[in-house]
């Protein structure tokens, strides 16, 4: 498995996953995110980054994205 925070960018600057407009705030000190989402086109190929980076399937890896994103 690959490291985790960089395959977190990799998928965010391949256009993989993408946040929209309000899912990331600032409240004054710390920022807080809300939602990330995966984009359709793109699901077949992230399907197989998935299981390539260790994860049982697209959901496993949203969900890591997700958490990640928070901490």
């Known amino acids: 498995m690959q490291d985790l ?3 977190m960018l990799s998928l965010l600057s391949d256009d993989y ?3 929209r407009e309000g899912e990331i705030a600032w ?3 710390r920022h807080s995110i809300r939602g990330i ?3 359709a086109p ?7 980054v998935a299981e390539e980076g260790g ?5 496993d890896l949203h969900n890591f994205a997700a958490l990640l994103a928070v901490s």
């Not at 994860?55 to 959901?59: A, L, N, P, Q």
């Open 37 to 39: 989402q995966a984009n």
């Open 5 to 7: 925070p960089v395959l």
């Open 42 to 48: 793109k699901l077949d190929e992230l399907s197989a």
């Open 17 to 19: 996953l993408f946040f």
């Open 27 to 29: 409240d004054g000190k």
């Open 55 to 59: 994860f049982d399937d697209i959901s």
